[in-house]
């Protein structure tokens, strides 16, 4: 294998962890240094040679901390050289030799690299990416680029099934492979890489954001999403990040959300009619928590609706087809409600609401956020009981799959309930709310 890129196993492993930088590294091996009873630490500049061209062989300490921290991983594939017996200078092992057309060799590799992408492969599809990995610039072909795209619609529909703590390994691996592969693909090939990039690390965003990570790292990915999508000239992409940016912003900052979504409105791109209700919608939102005057809110809300009438037939939801393909009347007027109770009209959001979630439409995690916001109007219009109870409904749906984004719903109207907490059905809902497990 050639190694002018240096160890792009150690790298992508690294990655495929959740650990964005050199540092992230360092303070993970000293963390797992410490469970192990070691008192090692590594600098960023340790963490640099192991990702040159020339890692060596780390020493047992470190070994035995290496493997704590990638499962037993044999640091073989992850890019180390063990010494040779009788030789001075290590012996490179070099799995990306004619060697890697042994399936059972690229398999191996692969599961170092990319252990979160190969759940979602078959063993075809994962041959072929092995190959991809380690010859980028004699094999770089348009079927890799499908691979990763099928990919990233399995992670996300795990995701939906099993929630984001079960769908970041794949989606972390994916943009492991994605920054390998594109440094060495053909112009053509790495802009499709850089496409689908994209969308992995909004996706990735998500994820974290969902999961309860900090802010700074759902930042981290959505930086690297506007990149890809700037790179690859998807300007319609880049909009959409903005759009998403605007809705992991906290409420304490709406100034930023409204700029962003405005941003993801007007910009010099063209946004689909569908992402642009949603965008249109986002922007109502802030304005409401900006303390806009309720007819200015509704106006914008109004300009979504139009835009939404202007859309093409709704198409199932996927990461990687037409952007906000599967928005729908019935969304957006889940998310009119919250505007509506954030300009003061808790009941409008109630019935709003109530009329969406009765029906069958909505996917188990929107419909455990949903769910949450009627808690949170039910409370804000004075309706506890009622409010605690939907709580409960909320906690059923969410608590296993890790909803992060509804049970962070459900808190707020928890902390809204403070006033009612020797009722009963509040009482209920705090003490199951505090037994949840983290």
Same mark, same amino acid.
């Given at each position: 294998?050639?190694?002018?890129?240096?160890?792009?196993? +150690?790298?992508?492993?690294?990655?495929?962890?959740?650990?964005?930088?050199?540092?992230?590294?360092?303070?993970?091996?000293?963390?797992?240094?410490?469970?192990?009873?070691?008192?090692?630490?590594?600098?960023?500049?340790?963490?640099?040679?192991?990702?040159?061209?020339?890692?060596?062989?780390?020493?047992?300490?470190?070994?035995?901390?290496?493997?704590?921290?990638? %499962?037993?991983?044999?640091?073989?594939?992850?890019?180390?050289?063990? @010494?040779?017996?009788?030789?001075?200078?290590?012996?490179?092992?070099?799995?990306?030799?004619?060697?890697?057309?042994?399936?059972?060799?690229?398999?191996?590799?692969?599961?170092?690299?990319?252990?979160?992408?190969? @759940?979602?492969?078959?063993?075809? /599809?994962?041959?072929?990416?092995?190959?991809?990995?380690?010859?980028?610039?004699?094999?770089?072909?348009?079927?890799?680029?499908?691979?990763?795209?099928?990919?990233?619609?399995?992670?996300?529909?795990?995701? %939906?099934?099993?929630?984001?703590?079960?769908?970041? @390994?794949?989606?972390?691996?994916?943009? %492991?492979?994605?920054?390998?592969?594109?440094?060495?693909?053909?112009?053509?090939?790495?802009?499709?890489?850089?496409?689908?990039?994209?969308?992995?690390?909004? +996706?990735?965003?998500?994820?974290?954001?969902?999961?309860? /990570?900090?802010?700074?790292?759902?930042?981290?990915?959505?930086?690297?999403?506007?990149?890809?999508?700037?790179?690859?000239?998807?300007?319609?992409?880049?909009?959409?990040?903005?759009?998403?940016?605007?809705?992991?912003?906290?409420?304490?900052?709406?100034?930023?959300?409204?700029?962003?979504?405005?941003?993801?409105?007007?910009? @010099?791109?063209?946004?689909?009619?569908?992402?642009?209700?949603?965008?249109?919608?986002?922007?109502?939102?802030?304005?409401?928590?900006?303390?806009?005057?309720?007819?200015?809110?509704?106006?914008?809300?109004?300009?979504?609706?139009?835009?939404?009438?202007?859309?093409?037939?709704?198409?199932?939801?996927?990461?990687?087809?037409?952007?906000?393909?599967?928005?729908?009347?019935?969304?957006?007027?889940?998310?009119?409600?919250?505007?509506?109770?954030?300009?003061?009209?808790?009941?409008?959001?109630?019935?709003?609401?109530?009329?969406?979630?009765?029906?069958?439409?909505?996917?188990?995690?929107?419909?455990?956020? +949903?769910?949450?916001?009627?808690?949170?109007?039910?409370?804000?219009? %004075?309706?506890?009981?009622? /409010?605690?109870?939907?709580?409960?409904?909320?906690?059923?749906?969410?608590?296993?799959?890790? +909803?992060?984004?509804?049970?962070?719903?459900?808190?707020?109207?928890?902390?809204?309930?403070?006033?009612?907490?020797?009722?009963?059905?509040?009482?209920?809902?705090?003490?199951?709310?505090?037994?949840?497990?983290?």
């Amino acid at each position: 294998m050639s190694r002018s890129q240096g160890n792009t196993r +150690f790298i992508a492993a690294r990655l495929g962890r959740g650990w964005h930088t050199q540092a992230d590294l360092a303070e993970a091996y000293a963390q797992h240094a410490r469970r192990l009873g070691e008192s090692a630490t590594i600098t960023v500049r340790q963490v640099r040679r192991w990702e040159s061209s020339t890692p060596g062989w780390p020493n047992r300490v470190a070994r035995r901390v290496l493997r704590s921290m990638f %499962g037993d991983v044999p640091l073989e594939q992850l890019g180390f050289l063990p @010494p040779q017996p009788h030789s001075t200078q290590p012996e490179a092992i070099d799995p990306a030799c004619d060697d890697l057309e042994n399936p059972v060799l690229r398999r191996r590799f692969l599961g170092g690299v990319l252990a979160g992408v190969t @759940p979602v492969l078959d063993a075809a /599809a994962t041959d072929h990416l092995a190959a991809a990995l380690t010859r980028a610039r004699r094999y770089s072909d348009q079927h890799v680029v499908s691979y990763l795209r099928a990919a990233l619609d399995e992670a996300a529909r795990a995701d %939906g099934r099993a929630g984001p703590r079960q769908a970041l @390994p794949a989606a972390l691996g994916i943009l %492991g492979a994605i920054d390998t592969l594109a440094r060495d693909a053909a112009p053509a090939v790495r802009r499709e890489l850089l496409m689908v990039g994209a969308r992995a690390a909004e +996706f990735t965003a998500w994820l974290h954001r969902d999961a309860g /990570a900090p802010p700074q790292t759902t930042a981290f990915f959505h930086d690297r999403a506007v990149e890809w999508a700037t790179l690859s000239g998807d300007g319609a992409m880049h909009a959409y990040v903005l759009l998403r940016k605007a809705q992991a912003t906290e409420r304490d900052d709406a100034s930023r959300m409204c700029d962003l979504a405005q941003a993801a409105v007007h910009g @010099p791109w063209t946004l689909p009619p569908r992402a642009k209700a949603e965008a249109l919608q986002q922007q109502a939102r802030a304005m409401a928590f900006t303390g806009a005057a309720p007819d200015v809110v509704a106006r914008t809300l109004d300009q979504a609706e139009d835009a939404l009438a202007d859309a093409p037939p709704a198409q199932p939801a996927t990461c990687t087809g037409p952007l906000c393909a599967a928005y729908n009347a019935d969304r957006l007027t889940a998310q009119s409600a919250i505007c509506h109770r954030e300009i003061g009209r808790p009941e409008l959001a109630v019935t709003l609401l109530r009329q969406c979630l009765a029906g069958g439409g909505f996917a188990p995690r929107d419909r455990a956020f +949903f769910t949450a916001h009627l808690a949170g109007a039910l409370a804000a219009a %004075g309706a506890p009981d009622e /409010a605690a109870a939907v709580g409960m409904k909320v906690l059923r749906l969410a608590a296993a799959p890790g +909803f992060g984004q509804a049970l962070g719903e459900l808190r707020r109207t928890i902390a809204l309930l403070r006033p009612q907490a020797r009722r009963p059905a509040v009482r209920e809902l705090r003490r199951a709310f505090t037994a949840l497990p983290g």
